[in-house]
């Protein structure tokens, strides 16, 4: 009887050690205040929020929604150079991150960012806290992550949990201890993966158009991996392509001419990265 007494203890410890965390799990208040770094051991890789899968990895659905209450720390999954921090059209807010390994993680929605581009940070260092920023219907961290970070935007990710299992992180996870003790290197010269520098990439052939809209009068074409200068981002008409609907168009320039593009023609986020508003269409 003592035997049995003492193997459903041991059962009863495991099974609260592996209990998955619930939108009402977080950090105590102290923690999240002051926790700089928090991750998981194994392979390198950090434990990105302590939060539960809320939507997983599918056609349509290019990563993985952790959901947890708004302020839940977020931590870099490896150790890399910010690219991107700032506002983002859909995100609301997103960091970009590219990696020694030579991948990328993209994180959206925050409340909050913490790093800016061009800083170095450590695998499990805090860079951001859960929100609901942007195209959201509840607090959650949307992470996407990519094998290249020549390679990213819309359609280009893989699944983040085939990402973290390699790095030895399995969602959901809880934050568990600092990896990384080393410093960080000093910044690197970085711009934003020549992808938010006031250039944009198509990723299918589009049309260019005076205004932002399909009715108004096309100034020019641009070509599947064209590229072209890009000053800001509007609203205008609805755009479906290969089962993607966008709103946003972006301002570019084509043959010597200012026109509009449909950023679902374009690679990044939903203004093709550039994160500049018009002042007008």
Request: charged content about 15%; proline content about 2%; overall charge positive.
């Given at each position: 009887?003592?035997?049995?007494?003492?193997?459903?203890?041991?059962?009863?410890?495991?099974?609260?050690?592996?209990?998955?965390p619930t939108a009402e799990d977080g950090f105590a208040e102290e923690e999240e205040g002051t926790d700089e770094s928090a991750v998981v051991s194994g392979g390198g890789g950090a434990c990105p929020v302590d939060a539960r899968v809320s939507q997983g990895f599918h056609g349509g659905h290019d990563g993985v929604d952790l959901a947890n209450k708004i302020g839940t720390p977020i931590f870099a999954v490896m150790?890399?150079?910010?690219?991107?921090?700032?506002?983002?059209?859909?995100?609301?807010?997103?960091?970009?991150?590219?990696?020694?390994?030579?991948?990328?993680?993209?994180?959206?929605?925050?409340?909050?960012r913490f790093v800016q581009a061009g800083a170095r940070v450590k695998a499990g260092q805090k860079i951001a806290a859960v929100g609901s920023e942007?195209?959201?219907?509840?607090?959650?961290?949307?992470?996407?992550t990519y094998r290249s970070a020549s390679r990213v935007g819309s359609g280009n990710g893989m699944n983040p949990v085939e990402y973290l299992r390699a790095r030895g992180v399995s969602l959901p996870c809880k934050a568990k201890g600092v990896v990384d003790t080393t410093p960080a290197p000093a910044p690197e010269e970085v711009g934003n993966d020549g992808e938010s520098d006031g250039t944009v990439t198509a990723w299918k052939a589009a049309t260019v158009h005076a205004r932002a809209s399909?009715?108004?009068?096309?100034?020019?074409?641009?070509?599947?991996?064209?590229?072209?200068?890009?000053?800001?981002?509007?609203?205008?008409?609805?755009?479906?392509?290969?089962?993607?609907?966008?709103?946003?168009?972006?301002?570019?320039?084509?043959?010597?001419?200012?026109?509009f593009v449909s950023g679902v023609f374009l690679k990044g986020d939903e203004s093709g990265d550039i994160t500049t508003p018009c002042s007008g269409r």
């Open positions: 009887m003592a035997r049995l007494l003492l193997v459903a203890s041991v059962l009863a410890f495991v099974g609260l050690g592996c209990a998955a150790a890399g150079t910010v690219t991107v921090s700032g506002p983002a059209q859909g995100y609301g807010q997103w960091i970009r991150i590219k990696h020694d390994d030579g991948s990328m993680t993209e994180y959206g929605h925050m409340s909050r942007g195209r959201s219907t509840g607090p959650h961290l949307h992470l996407r399909t009715s108004a009068a096309v100034v020019g074409r641009v070509s599947a991996n064209g590229k072209l200068d890009a000053s800001c981002w509007t609203e205008g008409d609805t755009v479906s392509s290969s089962g993607f609907s966008h709103d946003k168009w972006v301002k570019v320039t084509v043959g010597g001419k200012e026109g």
